[in-house]
């Protein structure tokens, strides 16, 4: 059980920082040093999950020939997701901000990490099955033939990398180490 908080505590810390890029000084006998990173760009806009959180856009339901009826169908099941969507994710963020506040405390309680973690994935499975089920849903709603022609027009829709997600970043700043120079050594001397 140990094994697998250490697991958890090293991966959780050890993945942001493995992310950003270090640069090195190089010149012969100097120190490296870490030059300041720049502030990343902001991330480009991800693409929701197919169908947009408006349904169908109206030119694509137009190309395929989605009936005004279902149209309105698949409009319903979106807003009506979206709308439980939003509990589901500040439950999540929530749970994710315990989670790390008490990661940051000196001594850490082992059981309280364990909940919050335990917490965190359930909170995430339900954000999951909130966008996994709607896409059943107007995948049911739609029918065999309208969903065929909706994934040609829009490409696949299945859950995956381009399924919404949170998408919470943390930045590790490497405290900056005054260079200080090895001591010299003279032959023979240690």
């Known amino acids: 059980m140990m094994k697998k908080l250490l697991c958890a505590l090293v991966v959780l810390t050890a993945v942001p920082a493995l992310a950003q890029d270090k640069v090195e000084d190089v010149r012969f006998n100097a120190q490296p040093t870490m030059l300041p990173m720049p502030p990343m760009p902001p991330h480009p806009p991800e693409p929701p999950m197919a169908p947009p959180s408006y349904g169908i856009p109206p030119q694509v339901a137009a190309k395929i020939g989605l009936p005004q009826s279902l149209l309105q169908k698949v409009q319903d099941l979106t807003f009506e997701a979206n709308d439980a969507l939003i509990g589901l994710e500040a439950e999540l963020k929530r749970t994710q901000l315990a989670l790390e506040k008490e990661l940051r405390q000196p001594s850490p309680n082992e059981a309280t ?7 965190a994935g359930r909170a995430e499975t339900a954000v999951r099955q909130n966008r996994v089920g709607l896409m059943v849903a107007i995948k049911k709603a739609l029918g065999p033939d309208y969903w065929q022609k909706l ?3 829009m490409g696949p829709m299945t859950p995956g990398p ?9 930045r590790i700043a490497t405290p900056k180490t005054p260079a200080v120079p090895a001591p010299e050594r003279e032959d023979g001397k240690r």
């Open 162 to 170: 381009s399924m919404r997600h949170i998408r919470i970043e943390r």
């Open 151 to 153: 994934e040609a027009e």
């Open 113 to 119: 990490v364990k909940d919050l973690v335990e917490k």
